[in-house]
C-alpha cells in the first residue's frame, strides 16, 4: 500500500515562500503531482513531473512562481512556492500514478490513484 505525507504548511505572508514535501511509502508510480483546493472551489491542478524530473508541467497560475522538483533516493517530491499571493491560499495535496507517457499532462484529478492527506498553506497579504 503506497502511503504519501505531505508536509511543509503553514502562515506565510504575500511575497514570501514555502517549500512543501510529499515523501511516498513504497512505489508510487511514473507521474507525481500537486494540486491544491480552496475553500467552496474544487480540486485545482498545480504541477506534476515524472520520475526523472525531466518532464514538468505546470499550472498557469503558478508557472515562474512553483518549481516541483523530485528526489527517487529519498522517494521524494517537492513544491518550492516563491512570491505566494493571496490566491495561493488552499490545502495542497500531493498525488501519485503508475505509468506516464511522454508528452502528457495529467491535470485531471481522477487519473490519480494515491493522495495525501493535505496540508494548509495560508497566504496573508
Avoid: H
Avoid at 517530491?77 to 508528452?103: H, R
Amino acid at each position: 500500500q503506497v502511503q504519501l505525507i505531505e508536509s511543509g504548511g503553514g502562515p506565510v505572508q504575500a511575497g514570501g515562500s514555502l517549500k512543501l514535501s510529499c515523501a511516498a511509502s513504497g512505489r508510487a508510480g511514473d507521474v507525481r503531482a500537486w494540486f491544491r483546493q480552496a475553500p467552496g472551489k474544487e480540486r485545482e491542478f498545480v504541477a506534476q513531473t515524472n520520475w526523472s524530473g525531466k518532464n514538468t508541467y505546470y499550472a498557469d497560475s503558478v508557472k515562474g512562481r512553483f518549481t516541483i522538483s523530485i528526489d527517487n533516493v529519498k522517494n521524494t517530491v517537492y513544491l518550492q512556492m516563491n512570491f505566494l499571493k493571496p490566491e495561493d491560499t488552499a490545502v495542497y495535496y500531493c498525488a501519485a500514478k503508475s505509468i506516464w507517457y511522454s508528452g502528457t499532462s495529467y491535470t485531471d484529478p481522477s487519473v490519480y490513484a494515491y493522495w495525501g492527506q493535505g496540508t494548509q498553506v495560508t497566504v496573508s497579504s
